[in-house]
């Protein structure tokens, strides 16, 4: 059984940089056709796509963060990580790691329990 489990900082200071990391286990980050995403929800919202890192390591990103999201791995560990900088009270959300199983149709199979992060001085 696949089971992801988010870590980081709840609080975030405008301004700074949100760094959260996804732990895997009971799979590799490295096996062929997965992608592990980032997707938050903030309030009253739906799920955002964030970005993900592939099997290979190739990662691809959302526009809509303008270049503000890097998405790492460390395959050793078998984690991957997530860096947001320059965070606004906008990137207040409930933060999650997904496995994907293919692309561009596969399902979004296995999901983190979230992490909430609020931005606020």
């Known amino acids: 059984q696949v089971q992801l489990q988010e870590s980081g900082p709840g609080l975030v200071k405008p301004s700074q940089t949100l760094s959260l990391t996804c732990t895997v286990s009971g799979g590799s980050i490295t096996t062929n056709s997965y992608y592990w995403n980032w997707i938050r929800q903030s309030p009253g919202k739906g799920l955002e796509w964030i970005g993900y890192?592939?099997?290979?390591?190739?990662?691809h990103y959302s526009p809509s963060l303008k270049g503000r999201a890097s998405i790492s791995r460390d395959t050793s560990n078998n984690q991957f990580s997530l860096q947001l900088s320059s965070v606004t009270p906008e990137d207040t959300a409930v933060y999650y790691c997904?496995?994907?199983?293919?692309?561009?149709?596969?399902?979004?199979?296995?999901w983190g329990q979230g992490t909430q992060v609020t931005v606020s001085s």
């Open positions: 997904v496995r994907r199983d293919g692309y561009p149709s596969g399902p979004y199979d296995y």
């Open positions: 890192i592939v099997y290979n390591g190739i990662m």
